[in-house]
């Protein structure tokens, strides 16, 4: 197993196209989390899932923001009619278990470019 | 959501010890203290994880105070593979929110 893998690595998109990215887990993680980051700022939560269900949307940033993990694997992030400030890097984390024992293992981001 | 205060940078010498300090003082009875750090250009790696009595891994080690109000990351030899963004996180389940972190500089 290689890790969580994201892509694409780098995606630059124009002001009002949509865009979408992918997450791979570890193999049989059943937990799998969004984040966003902007420069020089820690990660912000977004989402999260245990297996297919999406346990916590409210902190997607606008209704332009959607997440699916149609079958308990593998997780795409979707950002329609994006914007300028929608430029970040966004990250995927996922972790075998839910609890505060549990670590969490990140991927490398997609980050994305919106001129 | 960002329960933990932390210096903005820090720096070290190679190969002198670090403590890397964090104030959290409105932690509850089951929060956990978590540290992850952030090389440039990579996501959060996990570095260690306690809850009242001290932790050692092969990574670091975590000093949790008496009061639990406040915990030091030690990194007993710093290297140049160290220098990162080291951020300390309360976690109480299956949510945990990142701060802004300690920017940690070695020096060769």
């Known amino acids: 197993d290689t890790g969580v893998s994201q892509n694409p690595r780098h995606k630059i998109t124009k002001r009002g196209q949509n865009v979408t990215f992918r997450c791979d887990p570890i193999?049989?993680?059943?937990?799998l989390y969004w984040y966003r980051q902007t420069l020089g700022q820690g990660p912000e939560f977004l989402t999260y899932?245990?297996?297919?269900?999406?346990?916590?949307k409210s902190r997607l940033l606008s209704d332009r923001f959607s997440a699916e993990r149609p079958k308990g694997s593998f997780s795409t992030l979707e950002i329609q009619r994006t914007e300028q400030g929608d430029s970040a890097m966004y990250l995927c984390?996922?972790?075998?278990?839910?609890?505060?024992?549990?670590?969490?293992?990140f991927g490398q981001g997609t980050r994305l470019t919106v001129v | 959501d960002a329960k933990t205060t932390q210096p903005n940078s820090m720096e070290s010498n190679e190969e002198e010890p670090v403590h890397l300090p964090c104030n959290h003082s409105?932690?509850?009875?089951?929060?956990?203290i978590h540290w992850y750090r952030q090389l440039p250009s990579q996501g959060p790696e996990y570095v260690i994880h306690g809850l009242t009595s001290n932790v050692n891994n092969r990574m670091a080690s975590l000093a949790i105070a008496e009061d639990r109000k406040s915990s030091t990351l030690i990194l007993h030899r710093a290297t140049l593979r160290d220098a990162a963004v080291y951020y300390c996180i309360l976690r109480d389940g299956d949510q945990f929110y990142f701060g802004t972190g300690t920017s940690l500089t070695v020096i060769p």
């Open positions: 899932f245990q297996n297919e269900a999406q346990l916590e």
């Open positions: 193999s049989e993680h059943n937990r």
């Open positions: 984390a996922s972790s075998p278990g839910w609890d505060s024992l549990t670590e969490a293992f």
């Open positions: 409105t932690i509850s009875g089951t929060d956990y």
